[in-house]
């Protein structure tokens, strides 16, 4: 069964500083991986994806991740936090093969101070 | 064109009486999701829906719940006999296509308050 874990509920960091957003994943096959954000009163929007290729991802607003797939994990990374990123994450996992069902973890706030 | 439109944006019912909750994808997008976003607990998939195919209604919680969707665009979830677990956010989101390498486009969705 597909699963994706988040195990930090809030992520604290302060403005400037290199923030991490933790991902791991269970999949059977290869794994389609994206990170989504939910700002307050909004939709989720999307910030990047892994399909394949290289392991470092980048996406919107200067976050990257990588894929690394010995310790199946897609962690989101930005070298230099702002106030602004502060928001609700996701990450979210589908198989290469099967089901078209993304799983999506159960997110991760992130409080960026300044 | 517009994104994913929603509605009701917020929706407050009795326990025990039926809401449908409709999603407008984008336009030209042949696949549809349907999830819940509960409090601590993530987006939880409920259904899809792929042009004409049959949908993947395996994410449904209970035969309350049932989704339909008209000329492959607009789709209607309907929740019978409400409950009080049944409040949450209820989030649609479209893609072009299904090969797993597209970016879902999520609405704004509709929260649903059951008294």
């Known amino acids: 069964a597909q699963s994706v874990a988040q195990p930090e509920d809030q992520v604290n960091v302060a403005e400037g500083n290199p923030l991490t957003v933790k991902c791991t994943y269970s999949?059977?096959?290869?794994?389609?991986l994206f990170w989504y954000v939910q700002y307050p009163n909004r939709g989720l929007q999307f910030l990047l994806k892994?399909?394949?290729?290289?392991?470092l991802v980048k996406g919107s607003y200067g976050f990257e991740a990588e894929f690394n797939k010995s310790q199946t994990s897609f962690h989101l990374k930005k070298p230099s936090a702002l106030v602004s990123d502060s928001a609700l994450y996701f990450c979210a996992v589908r198989s290469s093969s099967g089901t078209y069902k993304y799983i999506f973890g159960t997110g991760t706030r992130l409080k960026v101070l300044a | 064109g517009a994104g994913v439109s929603q509605s009701p944006s917020n929706k407050v019912t009795e326990k025990g009486k039926d809401v449908e909750l409709r999603c407008d994808p984008i336009s030209g997008h042949t696949a549809l999701y349907w999830y819940r976003q509960s409090l601590g607990q993530g987006l939880e998939f409920l259904i899809y829906?792929?042009?004409?195919?049959?949908?993947?209604k395996s994410g449904l919680p209970s035969d309350r719940f049932s989704a339909e969707r008209t000329g492959g665009s607009v789709s209607t979830l309907t929740i019978q006999r409400t409950q009080q677990e049944d409040s949450a956010v209820y989030l649609c989101?479209?893609?072009?296509?299904?090969?797993?390498?597209?970016?879902?486009?999520f609405g704004p969705g509709t929260r649903l308050t059951v008294l």
């Open positions: 829906f792929q042009g004409n195919s049959a949908p993947d």
């Open positions: 892994y399909i394949t290729g290289d392991n």
């Open positions: 999949v059977s096959g290869n794994p389609y």
């Open positions: 989101a479209s893609t072009q296509k299904t090969s797993g390498t597209d970016t879902q486009y």
